[in-house]
Each structure stands twice: as C-alpha cells, then as structure tokens.
C-alpha cells in the first residue's frame, strides 16, 4: 500500500519536474547578467586584465576572450532567464566557468570565504596556507578598526571575512549549467517547451 501510493505520487511530480530547473534558473540568471554588466562597465580593464601578463591572466586575443565572456555572460544569462536557446547558452558558459576557476582561482583552493576552521582548507581535502592564516590577519584587523575606526558602524551591516576567492562559487555555477545543458529550462516554464511543443504541432498537422 505505501510502495503504490509513493510511487502514485513520484509519477505525479513529473508534471510539476520543470519548477526546480525554474528555480535554478532564477537564481543563475542574475548572477550572469550582472556579471556581464560588470564587463561592460569596465570594458577596457577587463580587456587589458586579459591580456596583460604581470598582473591579469596573459591570455591571447584579450579583446576577443574578453568580448566573448561579456557576450556569455550578460545575452546568456538573459536567455537562461526566460528560458530559451537554455542547451545551447550553456555551452559557452561552461566553458566561461572552466576558464574563470582554471586561471583565476584554482591557486586560491576551494572555498570562496577564508574559513580556517573549515576542513575544506584545512588539509583534510584542500591546503590553502592563505586561510590558514586568515585569524590571525582577521583578528589584527579587527584590532585596528576598534581601536581608530568606528568599529560598531563598520560592522553594523555583518561581520568582517576575509575574502579567499576559490573555485567554489565557480564550481558551483558549472554544475547548475551542466544541470540546464543535461535537462533544458524546464516543462511549461519555458520559451524553449512552448517553441518545442509548437514545432511538435507543426508538425503532426
């Protein structure tokens, strides 16, 4: 009896499996569009940090890979938006993930916030001696601020946290578009559902 009515209801859940990619969605597309916007704002710095050696990724074709990114970041994250061309945008954008972690934060570990206590940096699976060394600079820091600065307005908004810069907002934004690559942009929430179920008609008429 309750295998069958598990099973009644699983079945059921699939008329309702587009809202997690939704939700996926929704959550994704912001952080693109914005970080494309980002680019626009500050184009020729983006494109010099590019290209330059000494103090960017040394890449080639900087105007190009910069253009690119842009392009992925701000056009793809309003496609993922509404769901269209969801497979196809989410190519580029891996790839825009892959680049970002491999050149830019892969030496930084895994974690995004400099947690010392966090087996994630600890050695146990990753090693970052950075954040390792992270209280002791928090600490000074927080010395400092209380003993010249305005300690309690500065801190009024959250704690202060030292910024590691690791791959795990990277990875964790590759996985959510390997999700929309794997499985589109969902069932009835769409553009790319209705386009598909009007061919599909198209078709059968």
């Given at each position: 009896?309750?295998t069958?009515?598990?099973n009644?209801?699983?079945?059921?859940m699939?008329?309702g499996?587009?809202?997690?990619?939704?939700?996926?969605?929704?959550?994704?597309?912001?952080?693109?569009?914005?970080?494309?916007?980002?680019?626009?704002?500050?184009?020729d710095?983006?494109?010099?940090?590019?290209?330059n050696?000494?103090?960017?990724?040394?890449?080639?074709f900087?105007?190009?890979m910069?253009?690119?990114?842009?392009?992925?970041?701000?056009?793809?994250g309003?496609?993922?938006l509404?769901?269209?061309?969801?497979?196809l945008?989410?190519?580029?954008l891996?790839?825009?993930?892959?680049?970002?972690?491999?050149?830019v934060?892969?030496?930084?570990?895994?974690?995004?916030?400099?947690?010392?206590?966090?087996?994630?940096?600890d050695?146990?699976?990753?090693?970052?001696?950075?954040?390792?060394?992270?209280?002791?600079?928090?600490?000074?820091?927080?010395?400092?601020?209380?003993?010249?600065?305005?300690?309690?307005?500065?801190?009024?908004?959250?704690s202060?946290v030292?910024?590691?810069?690791?791959?795990?907002?990277?990875?964790?934004?590759?996985?959510?578009?390997?999700?929309?690559?794997?499985?589109?942009?969902?069932?009835?929430?769409?553009?790319?559902?209705?386009?598909?179920?009007?061919?599909?008609?198209?078709?059968?008429?």
């Amino acid at each position: 009896m309750i295998t069958q009515i598990y099973n009644t209801v699983v079945d059921k859940m699939k008329y309702g499996d587009g809202i997690p990619l939704l939700l996926l969605r929704l959550f994704l597309a912001p952080v693109m569009i914005q970080a494309g916007w980002t680019k626009v704002q500050s184009f020729d710095n983006i494109v010099n940090w590019f290209g330059n050696e000494d103090y960017g990724l040394g890449l080639p074709f900087p105007l190009v890979m910069a253009f690119l990114a842009t392009a992925a970041e701000l056009v793809g994250g309003f496609l993922i938006l509404i769901g269209a061309l969801t497979r196809l945008v989410s190519i580029p954008l891996l790839v825009t993930m892959v680049v970002a972690m491999v050149t830019v934060h892969a030496k930084n570990g895994w974690a995004a916030i400099a947690d010392a206590s966090s087996w994630l940096s600890d050695g146990t699976i990753f090693l970052n001696e950075t954040v390792m060394e992270a209280p002791e600079r928090l600490a000074a820091a927080k010395s400092l601020l209380q003993a010249h600065g305005h300690y309690d307005w500065l801190t009024g908004s959250g704690s202060f946290v030292i910024l590691n810069n690791g791959i795990e907002f990277g990875a964790t934004y590759f996985v959510m578009l390997a999700v929309l690559l794997f499985y589109g942009g969902g069932r009835y929430v769409s553009v790319d559902y209705f386009v598909s179920k009007a061919r599909s008609k198209k078709a059968v008429d």
